[in-house]
């Protein structure tokens, strides 16, 4: 689940994001509103957290911008100021949410997982694809029924692959979308992450030897395997 933090106070920005990526999140952060706008409306975000009191443009203009442009994800707002009327504005001009400084970072995290639910709905959180099953709510993951002790980083991947199927996705996309930031494309960190998630798959001894969900596109990078068209 990839999140944006919009917040100028470096302390509360570096907690948030140390809170967020603990629970397997890759979060970006900007500390201004220009900026935030920017990364916004250029990324594909599942939540935006929005502080109201920004340099350059601030939150709830941010907030109107996007609402204009016709962007409708999930944003909560923070603010260090609760009264009703900055909550009456934010909740008027599409906010989902709305959160008080100072607060605990564990109910910011219990926030974004509730909003995900209400906006996205219970179903659209499992990701079943052939014999694998992803819950984004509970992060278990099962294979052939049988369940598979993926790490943040592994189930950020296979999640990612399991979007698309039978899609190949480069090395660099990848890199981008599960580490957060770009990487020396050189690396060798996502053959090596996706070399550990086959070689757990294949340790449950549940599918006919040889067969992975995920499978090598040479000279380009990977994709999931899509299953056969029943009949």
Not at 180 to 187: A, E, H, K, L, V
Request: hydrophobic share 40%.
């Amino acid at each position: 689940m990839k999140v944006l933090l919009v917040e100028d106070e470096k302390k509360i920005a570096d907690f948030v994001c140390a809170g967020l990526r603990e629970q397997g999140f890759v979060t970006e952060h900007c500390a201004d509103g220009n900026a935030g706008l920017a990364r916004a409306a250029d990324g594909a975000f599942d939540v935006i957290i929005l502080d109201i009191m920004l340099p350059g443009r601030d939150g709830l203009s941010v907030l109107k911008a996007l609402r204009k442009a016709g962007s409708s994800t999930p944003v909560i707002m923070l603010t260090a100021r609760n009264e009703l009327d900055d909550r009456l504005e934010g909740l008027s001009l599409g906010a989902d949410d709305y959160l008080a400084k100072p607060f605990f970072v564990e109910e910011l995290v219990a926030r974004v997982h509730a909003l995900v639910r209400r906006v996205s709905g219970e179903r659209q959180n499992v990701l079943a694809v052939g014999a694998l099953r992803l819950d984004r709510i509970t992060r278990e993951v099962t294979w052939c029924d049988q369940s598979v002790d993926l790490t943040g980083r592994e189930f950020n991947l296979i999640e990612y692959l399991m979007r698309s199927p039978g899609r190949v996705l480069t090395r660099t996309q990848i890199l981008e979308h599960v580490w957060g930031y770009d990487f020396d494309p050189s690396t060798n960190v996502v053959d090596v992450c996706i070399q550990r998630i086959r070689k757990k798959i294949a340790a449950l001894g549940a599918a006919p030897a040889g067969e992975s969900p995920i499978e090598s596109v040479r000279g380009v990078g990977y994709r999931y395997r899509k299953p056969p068209a029943p009949g």
